[in-house]
């Protein structure tokens, strides 16, 4: 079996983390719609504005998690529990 360990991360990573994941494409979802309402005058131009403004923000998101999973990792500290079993 394997051995216990403790995993620690600094605090701003789970912050940064759920940024990037949930806020970053929700921003862009309500910033695409009304952008979408606004330019076309419609519930469709809305819709359309949405999709497109999530489109983008999910490259975006692929794109910075490599650097942020970098990033993370290089800060993770793993230590064995001692007298724990598995």
Partial sequence: MGAAVDITL???Y???GATLVYGLPLVALLAGAVIGAAWWRSDLGAAAGAALAVAGA???VIALCWRFESAL???LAVRPVDGARA
């Fill in 10 to 12: 600094p605090e701003r």
């Fill in 14 to 16: 789970l912050l940064l």
């Fill in 58 to 60: 999910a490259l975006v």
């Fill in 73 to 75: 990792f290089a800060r």
